[in-house]
């Protein structure tokens, strides 16, 4: 219809990790005219905003992911493969992919994140899914998506996605293993911190730089858990899902942690490695676009 290309749409997409992480952006013929970034502490704001934004202009449609530990991906849309694998067929809710693989979830948590909020949700996306629509390169890769408190994998053989994984970021046990982990840069920044503790003037001086260092901090815990989390996942991937060999390693970045764990990946692991910043909201909104 002619008239779409001059209709304004909203899409809003969020997900909730510390705080509420929300996005919208206003579309027209599918392309961006405006967007805005938001963060809330708690849940009633995001409602109070988002419903805000449907009353102005009710061709608005919300997104979010789904960060539950019982989803996943099979290569199949079958229900006998599903049984194979010992996946309850009935108590999941499944999407088929191009008739080859599909995402499921458990339908429990797909109802609780529906039921969560005072406004209605478009779509819900397995967290494999914005990974898949990313995913360029599929000839044996492992993709894996940082979040500052969840990390997802997505392995692929011949294309098809095979393996997946999602575990949350335990910051205690993290900083447990840090304590028999030499990390040359937190040596670094201690020792500018020694150097330069006479040229401290104020305590704005002293809390800036103690926020530096606790940030510092939680990367390490995430690069920590990450080499600790492909680890296992290559171990469980060539024990039970494939003998052909991943050739390389694909970080998809929310974090900001440090590109170089690249190095640390190649060294510790022996796969060439590849980082990629990336925006999980404007993904997210993208899909839905598309979805349309």
């Given amino acids: 219809m002619w008239l779409e290309k001059f209709i304004k749409r909203n899409f809003i997409s969020f997900y909730k990790e510390e705080n509420y992480n929300l996005l919208l952006e206003t579309v027209k013929n599918k392309n961006i005219i405006n967007s805005q970034k938001k963060e809330f502490e708690n849940k009633k704001e995001l409602e109070k905003f988002v419903i805000e934004k449907i009353n102005e202009n009710p061709q608005t449609y919300t997104s979010t992911v789904l960060l539950t530990l019982n989803q996943g991906v099979i290569n199949s849309c079958q229900k006998k493969d599903y049984l194979k694998r010992d996946i ?17 979830t458990s339908i429990y948590d797909l109802n609780k994140t529906k039921k969560e909020y005072k406004f209605e949700l478009d779509f819900i996306y397995s967290i494999f899914a914005p990974i898949d629509f990313l995913a360029k390169e599929r000839k044996n890769r ?66 800036e730089l103690e926020e530096e260092n606790t940030t ?38 929310t ?38």
């Fill in 216 to 253: 510092q901090s939680s990367s390490t815990n995430i690069e920590v858990s990450l080499l600790n989390f492909v680890q296992a996942s290559l171990k469980e991937y060539y024990e039970n899902y494939s003998e052909d060999f991943i050739e390389k390693i694909i970080i998809l970045d």
């Fill in 88 to 104: 309850d067929y009935n108590n999941i809710q499944f999407i088929c992919i191009n008739n080859q693989y599909s995402f499921y």
């Fill in 255 to 292: 974090a900001e942690i440090s590109p170089s764990i690249t190095r640390l990946l190649e060294d510790e692991i022996l796969i060439p490695a590849e980082y990629k910043k990336i925006d999980l909201l404007e993904t997210i909104n993208r899909m839905s676009v598309e979805s349309l």
């Fill in 142 to 207: 492992f993709y894996v998506l940082v979040l500052k408190e969840y990390l997802a994998i997505l392995g692929y053989e011949d294309f098809i996605p095979i393996f997946s994984d999602i575990i949350t970021i335990n910051e205690k046990e993290e900083e447990e293993e840090e304590e028999h982990i030499e990390d040359i840069e937190e040596i670094d920044i201690l020792d500018d911190l020694t150097e330069n503790i006479e040229d401290i003037e104020d305590l704005d001086d002293i809390e």
